[in-house]
């Protein structure tokens, strides 16, 4: 069974800090790594995509993957009270992509 | 350019009637993808079609759910009958060709709720 884990939250930060949001997988074989942000409401919309072992940075947003640990995580820069949302990891070893629970973030004013 | 399309947004059914939910893919794009969220839980995958073919179908909860996607096209996703424990929000998500480019895109999702 192929899972992926992700602490559900909330995880509260202040506006200004740095968020930082886990996630761990359990198929060695999974070659993509993403990101979602999800609203609620709404439908979870792509925000960062990690293939190769490192950091990958993108304006306030940075993913960080470890396939020997197998563990990937999103570093939020400055967080806004914008980015309180639920942030889900998803896994791809091929064309399926399993999502993890997702962890709620609150960025507080 | 348009993206993945749901229809309809929200559907109020009762328990034992049967309801068809269809999602229009980016176009051009080969992968389809249905996932469920029920409350208070993880977006679960249901299927996995390649154009018309069903690539993965490991998610179907059981027999009452059938996806198709004739022609490659659009996909419908049909419950039949539907329970209360059907009630959630349905994606629908598309990606493109490749291993490493199956960054999905979502559809506003269709919230079903069975009473």
């Known amino acids: 069974q192929k899972e992926v884990g992700q602490n559900s939250g909330p995880l509260s930060v202040p506006e200004g800090a740095i968020a930082s949001l886990n996630c761990t997988y359990s198929d060695r074989g999974s070659q993509s790594f993403f990101w979602y942000r999800q609203y609620s409401g709404k439908s979870p919309e792509l925000i960062m995509f990690i293939y190769s072992n490192g950091d990958k940075e993108d304006g306030r947003f940075t993913a960080q993957l470890n396939k020997a640990s197998q563990y990937v995580s999103l570093l939020i820069r400055d967080s806004q009270p914008s980015d309180s949302a639920t942030y889900l990891c998803a896994v791809s070893g091929g064309f399926k992509t399993i999502f993890g629970a997702g962890t709620r973030l609150f960025v507080k004013a | 350019e348009a993206g993945v399309t749901q229809f309809p947004s929200h559907s109020v059914i009762e328990k034992g009637q049967t309801v068809t939910l269809r999602c229009d893919p980016i176009?051009?794009?080969?992968?389809l993808y249905w996932y469920r969220r029920v409350m208070g839980k993880e977006i679960k995958f249901l299927l996995h079609f390649v154009k018309e073919s069903k690539q993965d179908e490991s998610g179907m909860p059981n027999n009452r759910f059938l996806a198709e996607r004739t022609g490659g096209t659009y996909s419908t996703l049909k419950v039949q009958p539907a329970e209360l424990e059907d009630s959630g929000v349905y994606f629908c998500?598309?990606?493109?060709?490749?291993?490493?480019?199956?960054?999905?895109?979502f559809g506003q999702g269709t919230r079903l709720t069975v009473v």
């Open positions: 998500a598309s990606s493109g060709q490749g291993a490493l480019n199956t960054e999905a895109f």
């Open positions: 176009s051009g794009h080969d992968n």
